[in-house]
């Protein structure tokens, strides 16, 4: 059984394996558009279905549909948060005032 099988996704839980940005931040202590930065910067999400979404709101993870719509992030994937802080960190070389 590979990761990928559809077997192993029905297993996974939302709110468990699947995290929203919001709990991602929660858990890091950032702002969850910090979040959705990394993910611009590759950490990998997914949107989440309209089923998700249904899911989601009868469990009480979210209280509405959102208009811009809802990320998902594998917890096995948070692995990759520091490696991807680090590379936003790192300066690229001086700026403003040269002497």
């Not at 509405?64 to 719509?69: D, E, F, T, W």
């Amino acid at each position: 059984m590979t990761e990928d099988d559809p077997e192993n996704r029905r297993e996974e839980r939302l709110g468990i394996e699947w995290l929203l940005t919001t709990q991602v931040a929660k858990k890091e202590g950032v702002h969850p558009t910090t979040v959705e930065r990394w993910i611009d910067k590759g950490l990998p999400a997914v949107f989440a279905t309209r089923v998700q979404i249904g899911q989601l709101i009868a469990q009480g993870f979210l209280a509405n549909n959102p208009p811009r719509g809802v990320f998902l992030i594998r917890k096995a994937d948070l692995r990759l948060i520091p490696i991807i802080r680090e590379q936003a960190n790192k300066k690229k070389g001086k700026r403003g005032r040269r002497d």
